[in-house]
């Protein structure tokens, strides 16, 4: 009884730091995607005409 609850627990701890990981990489790679439109939007601002 004792070892299938470590094994539930280790499951689970391993379940957790991989979506941790997950969400840091998809975070970071949103974070870079918006810097760069944004820099692309200011450069771009120059040439539109109103």
């Not at 689970?12 to 941790?20: E, F, P, W």
Request: no cysteine; proline share 0%; charged share 15%.
């Amino acid at each position: 009884m004792k070892e299938d609850t470590y094994r539930v627990l280790g499951r689970t701890g391993v379940i957790g730091i991989t979506a941790g990981v997950i969400m840091t990489v998809v975070g970071v790679a949103a974070g870079v995607l918006s810097i760069v439109a944004g820099g692309y939007a200011l450069k771009t601002r120059k040439n539109i005409l109103l």
